[in-house]
């Protein structure tokens, strides 16, 4: 049976480069479009309220809910295990702030996912693995999923058994669905 993600729509932080990890930024206009589109994704996929629903509790991944989820009414669970990865003190900084403090971290070669991964004082790659195996150990085999880029790369990787090397090569798109089933992945845009 599938599983459907949703990564929360764009965010005042994302729209100007600052680094959320679990502190949070009210969605913009387009982030809100893209929670709609979401909404309508599911719809044409026969997606429908009697699917059960987990949602992280951050204020964007409940905000996306609202309009992604809207028929879904209070039957949302909001679990703790689905927040995004914790970066520490990076939390609030802009990125380009980040990247002067950490210039060695930032290099060319390593993806936006490993960077995440590479707080000095955050949570960490093997912190939100297995966060996420946890919550999929529990999570039924058909569910709609609203968290976060690197919350939902990991709960993808586990799913479709790659490396964290394959793991940290997926995009993380907004305003998409992507299903999981049968060992294989689409994304519907």
């Not at 729209?15 to 990890?21: E, K, L, S, T």
């Not at 309220?49 to 992604?68: D, M, V």
Request: proline share 4%; net charge negative; glycine share 10%.
């Amino acid at each position: 049976m599938p599983l459907y993600f949703l990564r929360h729509g764009e965010t005042q932080w994302n729209r100007v480069g600052r680094m959320q990890g679990q502190k949070n930024s009210d969605l913009t206009e387009l982030g809100q479009q893209q929670a709609q589109h979401q909404a309508s994704i599911l719809a044409h996929l026969g997606v429908d309220q009697k699917t059960p629903a987990f949602c992280s509790p951050l204020g964007r991944t409940r905000q996306t809910a609202q309009y992604a989820l809207a028929d879904w009414g209070t039957d949302i669970t909001f679990d703790p295990l689905l927040m995004e990865i914790g970066v520490g003190s990076w939390e609030g900084m802009l990125r380009e702030d980040v990247i002067a403090q950490h210039p060695e971290i930032f290099t060319a070669d390593l993806s936006v996912f490993d960077r995440f991964c590479a707080s000095p004082d955050g949570e960490g790659y093997d912190g939100i693995y297995n966060r996420m195996d946890q919550f999929l150990s529990n999570c039924p085999e058909t569910a709609v999923v609203v968290s976060h880029g690197i919350a939902i790369s990991i709960l993808r990787g586990i799913c479709l058994g790659l490396s964290r090397s394959e793991i940290a090569s997926l995009d993380h798109p907004q305003g998409k669905v992507i299903e999981i089933h049968d060992g294989s992945e689409r994304i519907h845009a």
